[in-house]
């Protein structure tokens, strides 16, 4: 008796076109959640067949989750169910390009490092570096409005749309926005659908707000000694006239991780403090200037990175979790995010609790917003990463932020939630979720609350 998508298949088979639906176990596996294997990946090509196949799947009750590289499919809780991948790897067109306008529409199927290439032609960049790095596509970016250290200078995702196309479980095609950068009126439905984690509907289109590439860049590296002399650094920096693009606090571990050559590090550093900048040769001199004397009244030396290396480096600071997954497959990583006020104090306390946990810690922060990704390299002991994390999340909340788990073992994820509690507005979202997918098929199980 045939089970799952099978009874379904020449229905979506219809939609997209039979050599579109697959099911090859080996291809499943690539796109697996927590060890939940789709039954079938399908692979649709347009909005409109987005849209009729997630009609399809309502109909028949399949639980439908959207991807494209499965550089985020590690996030949220086991899937309750899984029956359809969605892949969204054939929709990666650009619909729209105005270079004088600063603007783009692109399908939500393409790849970061895909698009970079285009808008270089023109001097132009989307300025985000996301986990995933340039593997990563547009439409898994915005569904977990994923970001990485260039949110110091240029913000979120969600600061850089404009509007979107989605398609919903009931066949249709929703447009927010538009392509221009003041054209909303209303509620903003694209602030609604950036982070959902693909729970409401699927973004099939983005419009987006561009930038000019910056003239020049430069890394500098501080060498700091302790927490408390991280801290004065940042605040000195925060509170000079520099507007630097990137700024992130890495421990000894993290440093492993990033550098090319281990030796590299200062001997007794115990942490770095990268800061990159961008513009023309004259302003690049003046942060050499200011941050080298930022550096002499915090009692830290600074030095100055080579850029080739530099790129190459920030492209593995960024990336830090591909890198860590190939020699730590068990690495468990939690990201705290905070006042910035309360950055420092959290590592404090993480690095306090670390020896209970019977594994290595990485630090990746950015201290400049608020966010530190804490990476225990070899945990032996789950009991003890799950006291751990109950621990780090009260810590989080004293400090006015909040915790989440973004990797781990399935066998961790069964003991906790990895949101941590659903907030006050819970109910809201539960209401919203019933609204845009009344029947639960969109990555059931997966986000806050097990919605």
Not at 299 to 307: D, F, H, I, L, N
Request: charged share 20%.
């Amino acid at each position: 008796m045939m089970s799952g998508i099978e009874p379904m298949r020449a229905e979506i088979e219809a939609i997209v076109g039979g050599g579109s639906v697959v099911s090859d176990d080996a291809v499943c596996r690539t796109l697996s959640a927590d060890g939940c294997v789709p039954k079938s990946v399908v692979y649709p090509r347009t909005a409109e067949q987005v849209a009729a196949v997630l009609k399809c799947a309502a109909d028949h009750t399949l639980a439908v989750i959207p991807c494209r590289n499965a550089t985020k499919l590690g996030l949220g809780n086991i899937p309750a169910r899984y029956d359809v991948a969605l892949s969204l790897r054939k929709m990666n067109n650009v619909w729209h390009y105005e270079p004088e306008d600063l603007t783009a529409t692109v399908e939500a199927g393409m790849k970061l490092g895909e698009l970079a290439r285009l808008l270089g032609r023109n001097g132009l960049w989307l300025p985000l570096d996301p986990p995933g790095g340039a593997r990563a596509s547009v439409g898994g970016v915005l569904a977990t409005n994923a970001s990485g250290p260039l949110r110091l200078l240029y913000g979120a995702p969600r600061d850089m749309i404009v509007g979107m196309t989605i398609a919903t479980t009931d066949g249709k095609i929703i447009k927010a926005g538009g392509r221009v950068v003041k054209n909303v009126a209303g509620y903003d439905l694209t602030k609604l659908l950036i982070g959902s984690h693909g729970a409401l509907g699927v973004m099939v289109e983005a419009h987006l707000k561009l930038f000019p590439l910056p003239a020049g860049r430069a890394t500098f590296i501080f060498h700091v000694a302790s927490l408390d002399e991280a801290r004065d650094l940042r605040k000195r920096i925060l509170q000079s006239p520099l507007n630097p693009m990137r700024m992130t606090l890495l421990n000894a571990e993290a440093g492993k991780v990033v550098w090319e050559d281990e030796a590299g590090a200062r001997p007794g550093s115990t942490m770095t403090l990268w800061v990159e900048a961008g513009g023309t040769n004259r302003v690049l001199e003046r942060y050499a200037r200011t941050l080298g004397a930022i550096g002499s009244a915090a009692g830290a030396k600074v030095s100055t990175m080579e850029q080739g290396t530099a790129e190459r480096s920030w492209a593995r600071m960024v990336d830090f979790q591909s890198w860590l997954a190939e020699e730590f497959s068990d690495a468990v990583i939690l990201r705290g995010s905070l006042p910035i006020a309360g950055c420092e104090e959290f590592v404090n306390r993480a690095q306090q609790g670390a020896d209970k946990t019977k594994s290595r810690l990485a630090v990746f922060a950015q201290p400049g917003v608020g966010t530190a990704h804490l990476c225990y390299l070899d945990p032996s002991d789950y009991s003890a990463i799950v006291s751990t994390i109950d621990n780090l999340r009260a810590a989080a909340k004293e400090l006015h932020g909040a915790l989440l788990v973004e990797r781990c073992a399935p066998e961790i994820k069964q003991r906790l939630d990895v949101w941590g509690a659903p907030g006050n507005d819970f109910e809201v979202m539960r209401k919203v979720k019933h609204a845009w997918d009344p029947k639960g098929i969109l990555s059931p199980g997966r986000f806050v609350g097990r919605l």
